[in-house]
């Protein structure tokens, strides 16, 4: 039997729901191919981008990887999870070697650990002058194409690709608005473009979205600032919010909108919202789409492809909901 190659692409913020014949009918017919299954999975808290393409990479949740939201706590420090990177081993450790990369978000290089792929893509996750950028100044998937076709085809054994635009356009119109359908037409023109670079009989084709989103409510941002005081570090993210070492987290039952917290075994505290609410002290939503708490967990969770290697993967999107730090060590099972 051939060896197996592995694609592994991920749309942010691709809402399962929205995987239909007419808007994106190229991932339709991935989809109906034989062998192949499409159901839903499950983001890790918080749901946001970082930790769980993290939890794809590390097959591990937040609680061992560090990154619980898209900014780190470290002794006191807010950081990027790009710069702070994941505390556990990543795919690209064990393949890096045969492995090729190409993300529509520059920071998704530190955070998934593939400066260890054989090639990646931006270079050393960082911007230069001719890259395309999209509204929210990330990489345009127009700009991420054409590297993402030449990682298909070359000899590369795992292929791993973003595209951002879904997220970006639900963010700023909402995702239930005519521009957001828009861009899932036009991500969908895009695979199609990239079917034509994959090697179909030798490859395993997993694709995935990484949360969903809520449209924000027209109400102020809960401002957890003026509750905790202005020494406490708080790091909005949407609906959830990652706030720094804090002695007594209960008072945060008292603060209007907020609907659960964990303090996280470092003394931090991940807290979320209810629907459609957010953390911030804007008096209207600045973004029309949020996610980040409990109620964007939804995953798109889609195996397809022609290499047999694909099966179990199709079985175990079949069984039920497919947790994201789940795909690790089923992509590690493929490439054996
Ligand atoms: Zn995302």
Known sequence: MNVPRVFFLILDAFDPVRLSPHL????????????????????????????????????????EHGIWTNHVIREGEVLGAWDAGPLAPTLFDSYGGEASTAFGDH??????????????WPPDGALSPEIALDPLAYPADEAVLPHLVEA??????????????????SHIYGPGSDEAADTYRRVDDR?????????????AIIVVSDHVQDTAAERPGIDLRSVLGEETIVVDEGSAALIGPMSDPGVLH????????????????????ERGRYFGSSELPILKGVHGGAHTLTQLA????????????????????????SWAGAIAGVLG
């Open 107 to 120: 920071h998704l290089v530190g955070v998934m650990g593939a400066r260890t792929a054989a090639s990646h």
């Open 24 to 63: 994106t009918p190229n991932l339709w017919r991935w989809a109906n191919a034989d062998g192949a299954a499409t159901g839903i999975g499950r983001s890790v808290m918080a749901s946001c981008t970082y930790p769980n393409h993290a939890s794809f990479v590390t097959g591990v949740r937040p609680s």
């Open 302 to 325: 889609l195996v397809s492809g022609g290499h047999p290697a694909r099966s179990p993967l199709a079985a175990a999107v079949n069984d039920g909901e497919v947790p994201a730090e």
């Open 191 to 203: 695979i199609g473009q990239l079917e034509e670079a994959i090697d179909w009989p030798q490859s």
């Open 254 to 273: 008292g603060v209007e909108g907020v609907e659960g917290w964990e303090q996280l075994a470092d003394g931090n505290v991940l807290a979320w919202c």
């Open 152 to 169: 298909l085809g070359s000899e590369a054994r795992l292929v791993v690709g973003y595209f951002g635009s879904i997220d970006t356009y």
